[in-house]
């Protein structure tokens, strides 16, 4: 007697019919066996092989390494905020309006988040771009020059200054 | 009126395989959820990882350089996923990373290395006989240098086609290639080849 199974079919079955239909088509349309019987004849040949449980511990070698990316990209952040900061108070300091209240305070947030890192996300420096949008403009710094002096700055300091860098 | 039964005797392997496999759709969902983030990207190095590096394997023919390769292709995926907008398929935008990660690295190893390319042909074949990852099957390694004979471009498209399976039209999306000039391209590729390989074997 027959056994009884469930249909199954994958989501998105119909979606990509048309695209192996075209495929299977294609292949007809090929015929590399007329065209070229010696390479058909070695289509399924691979002289290449890779040690043995390499692509287990690949996955595991690609998760370390998503991992310290992670914590690299904080630290790229901490010294983005800082440099954002330095800009916002440089230019402030600089700018033909004196408002000493408003210095004291820029001073006061850049001590701050200098000791309390934990507290620059993401929201802030993107806040932060936004606000000296245009000034960054009126300095003609663009996103390369600015990804650079990052590099720059990154690049100079080992994993032990980066880690003690505030 | 019910649904016409279907009745399944035999499930082959192959359906099962399929099946049980996660769809881009799914891991793209993943991603771009935070807080199913690692997941994703597990999922996505999980089932693309043994593709692409057999794609990479047969641009740098050497299994050290094909590791540093797709290392930094998953490393340039994890930092460039978020800005992934499926304009193009996820597949398609993994092959196009793999691709000129390659490039970037042969053309970084030619640089360093100052021989003639007649010579360099020498030294690719010898190495490769030396190489512990390489069945020195002599058909293998003849096609193997027929394939090393064709021009850059040409040469990702006869891969892609011939050992990749990959339609015409996700070829375009990776090569940023019409599908007239591919189809072209990989038909003179194959005479070539062909060509080659009656000559040497």
């Known amino acids: 007697m027959f056994k009884k199974y469930r249909i199954m079919i994958t989501e998105d079955y119909f979606e990509k019919l048309p695209d192996r239909l075209s495929e299977k088509i294609e292949s007809l349309e090929d015929d590399l066996l007329q065209e070229a019987p010696l390479l058909h004849s070695m289509r399924d040949g691979n002289p290449y092989s890779v040690p043995h449980g390499y692509f287990k511990n690949l996955e595991n070698q690609l998760t370390q390494k998503r991992s310290s990316l992670k914590v690299s990209y904080r630290k790229y952040l901490a010294v983005a905020a800082s440099l954002l900061l330095l800009m916002a108070i440089g230019l402030q300091w600089s700018s033909d309006v004196v408002d000493d209240s408003g210095a004291l305070a820029e001073v006061e947030l850049y001590d701050y988040y200098l000791d309390n890192l934990d507290d620059v996300d993401e929201d802030l420096i993107a806040l932060l771009s936004e606000d000296e949008e245009s000034l960054a403009t009126e300095m003609l710094f663009d996103d390369d020059e600015i990804e650079i002096v990052l590099d720059e700055l990154v690049s100079d300091l080992n994993d032990y200054e980066l880690d003690n860098l505030f | ?201």
């Open chain 2, 1 to 201: 009126m019910g649904y016409p039964q279907v009745i399944i005797t035999k499930t082959s392997k192959n359906l099962e395989n399929k099946l049980k496999e996660i769809s881009d759709d799914i891991i793209i969902g993943m991603l771009s959820d935070d807080k199913q983030f690692d997941g994703g990207f597990k999922r996505l190095v999980q089932k693309y990882q043994e593709p692409l590096y057999w794609h990479i394997r047969r641009m740098v023919h050497f299994h050290e350089d094909a590791d540093d390769v797709i290392q930094n292709v998953f490393i340039k995926v994890f930092r460039g996923i978020k800005g992934f907008k499926g304009d193009s398929k996820l597949y398609t935008w993994l092959y196009k990373i793999a691709t000129n990660e390659s490039i970037t690295f042969i053309n970084k190893k030619k640089k360093i290395s100052s021989v003639t390319e007649h010579a360099d042909d020498d030294i690719l074949s010898s190495k490769l006989k030396a190489d512990t990852y390489f069945d020195s099957d002599q058909a293998q390694l003849i096609l193997v240098k027929a394939v090393e004979s064709l021009p850059q471009k040409q040469k990702q498209i006869f891969n892609l086609r011939y050992y990749d399976n990959m339609t015409y039209k996700d070829m375009s999306e990776v090569l940023d290639t019409s599908v007239g000039a591919l189809k072209a391209s990989y038909h003179h590729a194959v005479k070539k080849i062909e060509n080659y390989l009656k000559a040497n074997v």
